[in-house]
Nanobody, 124 residues
């Protein structure tokens, strides 16, 4: 499975961006897909994920601002980011796993496949 993240860019605080994660390979609907981010000098952290049944899980700081969705027909997961803040600035990575269980969905080390990352910069 290969993942390609896109849609990052420079935006002012309060603005919006939509990231896309296009995946290759079969059985996309059987994968849990998550978004993580990593700011300079920081560890990679969980942002959100969507399960095989399209249930969702969000990190508290992005809840009510970010929305994850998946289109299984297009093998794509989206991350709509609204009301962006300077502290959202980071490289954003999508990741996928067929074997992860829901209790592990926030763990970086439980994802098997990673995209290359896309940079989001939010100016104040």
């Amino acid at each position: 499975v290969q993942l390609q993240a896109s849609g990052g860019g420079l935006v002012q605080a309060g603005g919006s961006l939509r990231l896309s994660c296009l995946t290759s390979g079969r059985s996309f609907s059987s994968y849990v897909v998550g978004w993580f981010r990593q700011a300079p000098g920081e560890e990679r952290e969980f942002v959100t994920a969507t399960s095989r049944s399209s249930s969702t899980n969000y990190e508290d700081s992005v809840k009510d601002r970010f929305t994850i969705s998946r289109d299984n027909a297009k093998n794509t997961v989206y991350l709509q980011m609204n009301s962006l803040k300077p502290e959202d600035t980071a490289h954003y990575y999508c990741a996928a796993s067929r074997t992860i269980i829901l209790s592990e969905i926030r763990r970086v080390d439980r994802y098997d496949y990673w995209g290359q990352g896309t940079l989001v910069t939010v100016s104040s």
